[in-house]
């Protein structure tokens, strides 16, 4: 069975800090996909990266920055200067190979980001 | 603007009733994620079609059915509706694109009174 943890239910930051996001995942598949979207509060899910289990490689892309672990089964999420565009809930995701299997999603963590 | 398209976008009905929520995917994209959100239980996946056959099944009511119709538009069928089905239904689809990754239409956010 699959499952995502995402321990953090809710984070307040002030503007211009860095943040972390926790992800944890489980799974006995070897080949596997993480992902992580925005859900803002206009409620729409917005996709922001996807990493396979085979490239460990850490990704940066502006102010975001990923951090994928396979030997603690983890892939952080950090927001670097963080601004209050940043407010939303942030869900991790994991999705068996194959392309078309169902995605067990984490619980989300609720940023806040005061001005 | 993820090209997958939801309607409608809210739905306010009464206890014991049946709605049909629509789902039109990205074009070229064969398959058809349908997934609750609720306030108490966050995003669950209830049920994939492929190609318009029934591909995975997640946590889905027996009161609850979908299909995928050969256009590739795919409907959720919700009936009997209990005041706990109040949620908001994401459809995504998949497929034109690297594998796993989904695309969410914009939701149907369903009011049941």
């Known amino acids: 069975a699959q499952k995502v943890t995402q321990a953090q239910t809710e984070i307040s930051v002030v503007e211009k800090e860095d943040v972390t996001l926790d992800c944890v995942y489980e799974?006995?598949?070897?080949?596997?996909?993480l992902f992580w979207y925005k859900q803002p509060p206009s409620g729409e899910l917005v996709f922001l990266i996807r990493?396979?289990?085979?490239?460990?490689q850490n990704e940066i892309s502006g102010r975001y920055s990923w951090n994928f672990q396979k030997s603690t089964s983890s892939f952080n999420f950090t927001i670097t200067a963080s601004q209050v565009v940043d407010s939303a809930v942030y869900f991790c995701?994991?999705?068996?190979?194959?392309?078309?299997?169902?995605?067990?999603f984490g619980t989300g963590t609720k940023l806040q980001v005061i001005p | 603007d993820s090209g997958v398209t939801q309607t409608p976008k809210h739905l306010i009905t009464a206890t014991g009733q049946r709605v049909t929520l629509r789902c039109s995917p990205r074009?070229?994209?064969?398959?058809v994620y349908w997934y609750q959100q609720s306030l108490d239980q966050g995003l669950q996946f209830l049920i994939q079609?492929?190609?318009?056959?029934?591909?995975a099944k997640g946590n889905i009511l027996e009161r609850f059915s979908a299909q995928q119709f050969p256009d590739l538009h795919s409907e959720l069928n919700l009936s009997s509706l209990e005041l706990g089905d109040s949620a908001l239904y994401f459809c995504?689809?998949?497929?034109?694109?690297?594998?796993?990754?989904?695309?969410f239409g914009p939701g149907t956010r369903l009011t049941v009174l």
């Open positions: 799974t006995r598949d070897t080949t596997y996909y």
């Open positions: 079609y492929y190609n318009g056959e029934e591909r």
């Open positions: 995504a689809s998949a497929g034109g694109g690297r594998a796993g990754e989904q695309f």
């Open positions: 074009s070229g994209d064969l398959s």
């Open positions: 990493r396979n289990s085979f490239d460990e």
């Open positions: 995701a994991l999705g068996l190979s194959g392309g078309y299997q169902k995605v067990t």
